[in-house]
Nanobody, 117 residues
Framework: QLVESGGGLVQPGGSLRLSCAAS????????IGWFRRAPGKAREGVLC????????DYADSVKGRFTISRDNAKNTIDLQMNGLKPEDTARYYC????????????WGQGTQVTVSS
């Protein structure tokens, strides 16, 4: 099971840090991807990190603003989001799988991010 946290309401230009934690398995053994779904839109991949630490960009719209990292001490995968825009408003989910092309073995319930003034 995956659990996301860190969402909330933030003003445009602000930052948030989301965390993805696992229970029942070690995050380090899996590729972890962050995805988002805005109301009325299809799910969109954001970023992914492999077990080796290499990262994959799924969305050009977040390049230079979002980064993904592993926090081994906390056993979490974090998504640092800077320069947030209203179009980043969505529910953010993390998924786990064998590689960044298949992060669908486990999913969390998501955490809501709202960017608004």
């Amino acid at each position: 099971q995956l659990v996301e946290s860190g969402g909330g309401l933030v003003q445009p230009g602000g930052s948030l840090r989301l965390s993805c934690a696992a229970s029942g398995f070690a995050l380090g053994d899996y590729a972890i991807g962050w995805f988002r779904r805005a109301p009325g839109k299809a799910r969109e991949g954001v970023l992914c990190i492999s077990p080796s630490g290499s990262t994959t960009d799924y969305a050009d719209s977040v390049k230079g603003r979002f980064t993904i990292s592993r926090d081994n001490a906390k056993n979490t995968i974090d998504l640092q989001m800077n320069g947030l825009k209203p179009e980043d408003t969505a529910r953010y989910y993390c998924g786990a799988g064998p590689n960044c092309r298949a992060v669908h073995k486990y999913w969390g319930q998501g955490t809501q991010v709202t960017v608004s003034s």
